[in-house]
């Protein structure tokens, strides 16, 4: 059974969404069409990269992902398809593959050539290109019927922290927040485990605040469970299931959680000081 996965940025209060869907069974009704997300906000590449790449690995081999974030059509812009990791990737030349894919080299890159001629008319790139491109690949239809190979794309550079070895620090930054309200930085396990070694302790810094541990998970928070709610509103930071340093309310919420106590916006610093 082929897979096609569908992430935008339009939300589900208008017909986009359910458009892309039946033009999907229109031509193919047997083709299963996953949602990843439809709550991007609006154009936000990093937002989305984070979500699909943590997504996309938990789908079979073959899987066909139509990213449509900032991917409203203009003829001067290409629409491209990326096959990596053993799974095809169809989006907008916008850069938001390259974020993906920032650590892991795509295997083939196509310009889509379909409705790309001066006389056709794309009205909506989802249904007009994405579609009938995801629908031709679900098939086992090649991709270089419906493309031309390419190796040069539109680059962007994922966010990456750094290390200030005069003041012994980690500099990172808010990548991202959850539905819970909790805090995504760009500081992984490994980078972080990897310049820990020589040192005894740390500190995690942001705003005004600190804390000086790591959980492994959001319950290793409780240590008493026939005390569990006595922890609810807890601070804390863990490596979440991304194995990206996370900062928490244990049993917070969008109203309560990490982004409304702590204050933090995506784009802000968090600091790891080692001593």
Not at 7 to 32: C, H
């Amino acid at each position: 059974m082929s897979i096609i996965t569908l992430t935008s940025d339009f939300g589900r209060l208008d017909y986009r969404v359910s458009a892309m869907k039946g033009k999907i069974l229109s031509l193919n009704p047997k083709v299963n069409s996953i949602d990843i997300s439809h709550d991007i906000q609006a154009y936000n590449l990093i937002q989305t990269s984070y979500i699909v790449r943590n997504a996309y690995r938990y789908f079979p081999k073959g899987t066909i992902h139509i990213i449509a974030v900032d991917s409203f059509f203009h003829k001067s812009r290409r629409n491209i398809l990326y096959k990596a990791d053993g799974s095809y990737f169809l989006a907008a030349d916008n850069g938001l593959l390259s974020l993906i894919f920032f650590d892991i080299k795509p295997e083939a890159i196509y310009e889509i050539t379909l409705n790309n001629r001066f006389d056709d008319v794309v009205n909506f790139t989802s249904t007009d290109v994405f579609v009938p491109v995801a629908v031709h690949l679900a098939n086992g239809g090649l991709p270089e019927v419906i493309g031309r190979k390419i190796e040069d794309v539109k680059q962007l550079l994922f966010p990456k922290p750094v290390y200030n070895e005069p003041e012994k620090m980690i500099i990172g930054e808010v990548m991202y927040i959850d539905n819970f309200g909790n805090i995504i930085s760009n500081i992984s396990k490994e980078f972080f485990e990897t310049l820990a070694k020589g040192f005894e302790k740390f500190t995690i810094k942001f705003r005004n605040l600190s804390l000086s541990k790591i959980y492994s998970s959001h319950t290793e928070v409780v240590t008493d469970w026939d005390r569990e709610t006595e922890y609810h509103g807890q601070s804390a930071a863990i490596f979440n299931d991304s194995q990206q340093l996370e900062l928490t309310i244990y049993k917070g919420s969008k109203k309560n959680g990490a982004k409304t106590l702590f204050g933090l916006n995506v784009g802000e610093n968090i600091y790891i000081e080692f001593f």
